[in-house]
């Protein structure tokens, strides 16, 4: 089932329509993807495919348009919810090791995405392999929690996992 997600939500700027994101964003869509968006709210995919379809949209532009509204966020797969009250499970200390040059772009996500886990213990070591951008200060800053390893020259990924191992 397809879902309105919490902080998504409906205004017009001008006469056009536009949805608010979840992060505060404002996206202007055309009058065909809003009528889209407003009618997959509440609908499973096989129902989305049958119905909407008979409106001579062929099942490829409504897979299509389906995939992007997700993606920019605007509607939320049920099965890609989370589970609000996740309990938390523990077991044996897990060590996550990662390997990084360069990469503050993609890290957020990624550190984040590891903070939401609901098993303990985790302890995550970044392995940063001659990175040139600052990423030591930027995680001693922003992820205290991160163990952090700085390689002065880059070596092979197979190379910077075992030292990640070795150090952790």
Not at 75 to 91: A, F, H, K, T, Y
Not at 108 to 117: A, F, H, M, P, R
Not at 131 to 138: F, K, L, V
Request: hydrophobic share 40%.
């Amino acid at each position: 089932m397809y879902l309105q997600p919490p902080g998504v939500e409906e205004t017009k700027i001008d006469r056009r329509h536009v949805l608010s994101t979840g992060e505060g964003g404002k996206i202007v869509i055309d009058a065909k993807l809003f009528a889209f968006w407003k009618f997959a709210i509440g609908k499973d995919l096989s129902t989305i495919l049958v119905e909407y379809t008979a409106q001579e949209v062929n099942q490829n532009e409504v897979r299509a348009g389906l995939s992007c509204l997700v993606e920019a966020g605007l509607l939320l797969r049920e099965q890609d919810r989370q589970p609000e009250n996740s309990e938390m499970v523990s077991g044996p200390l897990v060590s996550i090791i990662i390997v990084a040059h360069n990469s503050q772009e993609w890290l957020t996500e990624c550190l984040d995405s590891i903070g939401q886990q609901t098993y303990q213990p985790i302890e995550i070591l970044l392995v940063d392999n001659g990175s040139d951008d600052g990423t030591g200060t930027w995680i001693s800053s922003a992820y205290p929690q991160v163990k952090y390893h700085r390689l002065m020259t880059s070596v092979s990924f197979s190379k910077a996992i075992n030292i990640g191992v070795e150090k952790s």
